[in-house]
């Protein structure tokens, strides 16, 4: 197959290149952005598990770019991760833990002691193919980004994540309720249907009256009675309000490139995968075996098993 390829088969990943975002996956905001309306006026947002970078090139985008030159120092977008990525301008990088209160700290201190008026994170762990197992990562990654948003996002504030619908979506969901007023589960059209991946939107933030910002998956885990109201005979039924995103669009389609069609290279590589420390240390390592001998002939393995231990008897007079 050759380099062009994936921009056949892929539109959205061609427009991106196309158009400059760093990976197809800023469609994804953009379709929020147009369904939902919320950037418009904001001056103070994070971008959590960011690199690399496409979803805050959005960000800046909308918040950053329209505004004359004069008041851009108005707007303040943070992008929060461990990898580190290219610079963006009107972005401002920290390279922190986002299940650490210091990085809450971090990112108040950054709004000059204000609060964020959106919080989005589009951060996803390495795929293993066993999608219970994946959507039960992806659930404590949410969980994660939603325990640091308690702690900077400001009254009335919106949180966007990724979320992959599985048998947990209800309990999210649930979990989401305790502090927006309003919840529903996204599918933009960037993301493939054949996908579990979708997003949740959840808007018009507030604390619960008594709720101390806390690491949420320990409370879950310790206090699980605090948020999930069931019972155990009879779980109550919960109803997620789902959004679609129509669009003219499927990234499940295959697009004929054209006649003016030319090929572009992505616009930014990652400057540091995840995998990387994994691939210097195995590369480090010689991983290799010695051959599994499988014997069925009783006298043939008498033989075998007799030459071995005149050997090493050899060995040892030696």
């Known amino acids: 197959m050759g380099r062009t390829s994936k921009d056949k088969r892929d539109i959205f990943y061609r427009l991106a290149k196309e ?39 959005v960000l800046a985008k909308r918040m950053y770019e329209p505004l004359p030159p004069e008041e851009r120092d108005k707007v303040k977008i943070i992008a929060v991760d461990l990898q580190g990525m290219a610079p963006i301008e009107g972005v401002t990088q920290l390279r922190a833990d986002i299940s650490k209160e210091s990085t809450a700290e971090a990112i108040i201190k950054f709004f000059g002691g204000e609060k964020a008026q959106i919080v989005v994170s589009d951060g996803a762990p390495d795929s293993t193919g066993m999608h219970d197992f994946d959507a039960y990562v992806q ?24 979320i992959y619908r599985a048998d947990r979506t209800s309990r999210l969901y649930t979990q989401l309720k305790r502090f927006f007023k309003d919840v529903c589960v996204f599918k933009p059209s960037a993301s493939r249907n054949s996908s579990i ?24 885990h310790d206090h699980p009675e605090s948020w999930v109201c069931r019972k155990k005979e009879n779980p109550p039924v919960v109803h997620v309000p789902f959004v679609a995103y129509k669009g003219d669009l499927d990234s499940d389609r295959t697009y004929d490139l054209g006649e003016d069609y030319v090929y572009k290279e992505p616009v930014q590589q990652p400057l540091t995968a995840a995998y990387q420390d994994i691939l210097k240390k195995t590369s480090q390592i010689n991983i ?17 098993f007799k030459a071995g231990v005149d050997q090493n008897s050899s060995h040892d007079a030696n």
């Open 19 to 57: 158009q400059g975002w760093r990976a197809r996956s800023a469609f994804k905001l953009l379709q929020a952005e147009e369904t939902f309306h919320l950037l418009g006026g904001l001056t103070r947002a994070v971008d959590l598990c960011a690199a690399p970078g496409s979803w805050s090139q």
């Open 139 to 162: 659930g404590e990654l949410l969980l994660s980004a939603l325990s640091i948003s308690t702690f900077i996002l400001e009254t009335g504030g919106s949180f966007v994540s990724k």
């Open 197 to 220: 991946e979708a997003f949740v939107v959840a808007r018009q933030f507030c604390l619960p009256e008594g709720h101390k910002p806390c690491n949420l998956i320990t409370e879950w």
């Open 288 to 304: 290799k075996y010695e051959g599994i001998r499988v014997m069925h002939d009783e006298e043939l393995f008498e033989e075998w």
